[in-house]
């Protein structure tokens, strides 16, 4: 089933798809590129996750997709500092992979 949209983490543009979507400039294992674009783009996938078909995705799904998931988590109520966790017990252990994608949590509002 197509995704009604996405946010694609990647650190070059993605190929085309016929689905609406945006494409935050995130390098693998490091931080995205625009900070205020990126929790911008969260707000609206968390926001259209209540009744819409959300994909997000970066290229190995474990660190940019799981520091995604867990500032989702934080926009739904669970605190910065327990959001990780969370993520890694929910979706995958090895989930938000750098010290600096957990900071990223830790101070995402």
Excluded at 1 to 13: D, I, K
Excluded at 31 to 50: F, I, Q
Excluded at 74 to 90: I, K, M
């Amino acid at each position: 089933m197509q995704p009604t949209f996405a946010l694609y983490l990647l650190g070059r543009e993605p190929a085309p798809v016929a689905w609406e979507h945006r494409w935050l400039r995130w390098p693998d294992f490091r931080l995205p590129s625009d900070r205020a674009a990126t929790a911008d783009a969260l707000r609206e996938a968390w926001a259209r996750a209540g009744d819409e078909r959300v994909e997000i995705a970066c290229g190995g799904g474990r660190g940019r997709t799981g520091t995604a998931l867990a500032c989702l988590a934080v926009l739904d109520g669970v605190p910065n500092d327990q959001a990780v966790a969370y993520v890694r017990q929910h979706y995958a252990a090895g989930a938000v992979e750098t010290p600096w994608q957990r900071r990223f949590v830790t101070r995402f509002r």
